[in-house]
């Protein structure tokens, strides 16, 4: 029992010094004084499990040889407070710093995180290597290091992506001009893959800024894209696999792979199920097919509406501006709340209820069809696949189990009362 108390004990205390801000790898004295003796490292880690790291991370491994000392400089260090949870991080720009950290420590710790670890050396001039050092040191400086973390202009990646550039007196940035191999959307769409749901809730909720066109430098805000970048750019030595996850690795091959034809599916379910509930309730007098149907459009109403809530909220108070006024609002609508209770009305077998629902569906059905048509059009540029495959096809049957109902509520047969 001891021994568990100890490891706990261990493992908060590390945990706590690995997200303090006064953590920080001690440099000996002498440390790069010789630029020809630094060899400098990116360092790429594997994608993790919270919300900032889902396109995984970026850091400079510097050594100096002639001391046999090297340090890790990583952008990614925050507490515990600002990691929260990943609503905030759609919210607000976090507070995230740089640290100087101990190379072997910190791989050990992603290493038992599963995450891959590569490592590319980067052939820098004499002058690119001193002013690369005075750079980081100047970073990981108590009046420098803090910054607001943003999910694609300010992040990890982006800050060794500045560092080197200017360490290179701006010849980085001339040389990754070309067009970006994906759009911002695209890489979103890929690191979000294994996770369905929270893949459609992204892709609902981000506006047309995910859809620019983008450059090759804008696009190094992925760790794994400021690699390549610096294949071509930096012309790297050679990189070695650190160490490699277990994990499945995002690959080119699935840029494009789409969960379409299962969105489609699905919302061909949903709606084809409020079209036989509409049957069953026309058809039957028992109360069983009234009660279902009713209790359909308050959980359609809850679930839909619910997301679409949440993006008229991230729209009212995000700092982020790809996360107001998403199309996507038309498709996943906040109006959909009203059918929580109509839909019990409709359960009860509410005249009243029955009329707004009506109108109600009509409205959803009308924005959902809207949703389609401004993707026909070229000044209206967001990709909107995902939540119009699931949410067009459902909203669909859900006029359609409208578009044949009488505007009388089924009633139970009046059976004759004897004297």
């Known amino acids: 029992m001891a021994r568990h108390r100890f490891l706990l004990l261990l493992i908060g205390w590390l945990g706590g010094w690995l997200g303090s801000p006064s953590a920080q790898a001690a440099l000996p004295p002498g440390f790069g004084e ?3 003796d630094l060899r400098v490292k990116l360092v790429t880690f594997g994608p993790g499990p919270d919300a900032h790291q889902l396109f995984g991370h970026s850091a400079l491994w510097v050594e100096d040889t002639r001391l046999r000392t090297d340090v890790l400089y990583s952008y990614g260090m925050t507490t515990h407070e600002g990691q929260g949870s ?3 991080f759609l919210v607000r720009h976090q507070p995230f710093w740089a640290a100087r950290l101990p190379v072997a420590h910190t791989f050990a710790t992603y290493q038992r995180e599963d995450r891959s670890i590569t490592a590319q050396e980067l052939r820098l001039p004499l002058r690119a290597r001193q002013r690369l050092l005075a750079r980081l040191e100047r970073d990981v400086s108590p009046e420098h290091r803090l910054y607001a973390y943003h ?7 982006t800050r060794v992506r500045d560092a080197l550039d200017d360490a290179l007196e701006g010849s980085l940035r001339a040389d990754a001009s070309l067009p970006a191999r994906f759009t911002w959307r695209e890489h979103l769409r890929r690191h979000t893959r294994h996770s369905p749901v929270l893949s459609l809730l992204l892709l609902t909720w981000v506006n047309d800024v995910m859809d620019a066109p983008r450059t090759r430098w804008e696009e ?3 760790p794994r894209e400021l690699a390549r970048l610096l294949d071509t750019s930096s012309a790297p030595r050679g990189r070695v696999d650190v160490y490699v996850s277990r994990a499945r690795p995002v690959s080119d ?8 034809p299962h969105l489609f599916l699905v919302g061909a379910v949903v709606g084809g199920g409020a079209v036989v ?3 069953l309730r026309e058809r039957g007098a028992t109360p069983g097919a009234r009660i279902a149907f009713g209790l359909y459009h308050a959980l359609f109403g809850l679930l839909s509406g619910a997301v679409g809530f949440v993006g008229l ?3 009212r108070y995000s700092e982020h501006s790809a996360l107001r006024g998403s199309e996507g609002l038309l498709l996943f609508n906040p109006f959909a709340l009203a059918l929580v209770p109509l839909g019990i009305g409709l359960a009860f077998g509410s005249a009243r209820a029955e009329r707004w629902t009506r109108t109600c569906v009509g409205v959803l059905m009308g924005c959902a069809l809207l949703a389609g048509v401004l993707q026909l059009l070229p000044a209206f540029g967001q990709d909107l696949r995902e939540p119009l495959a699931l949410m067009l096809v459902a909203h669909l049957g859900l006029g359609m189990a409208w578009g044949g109902t009488s505007n009388a509520v089924p009633r139970m047969e009046a059976r004759p009362q004897r004297a």
């Open 86 to 88: 990943p609503l905030h």
């Open 151 to 157: 999910p694609t202009d300010n992040n990890c990646a």
């Open 277 to 279: 509930l509409s049957i």
């Open 220 to 222: 190094a805000f992925v």
């Open 253 to 260: 091959q699935e840029a494009g792979t789409s969960a379409l």
């Open 34 to 36: 010789h630029p020809e």
């Open 313 to 315: 909220l991230l729209t």
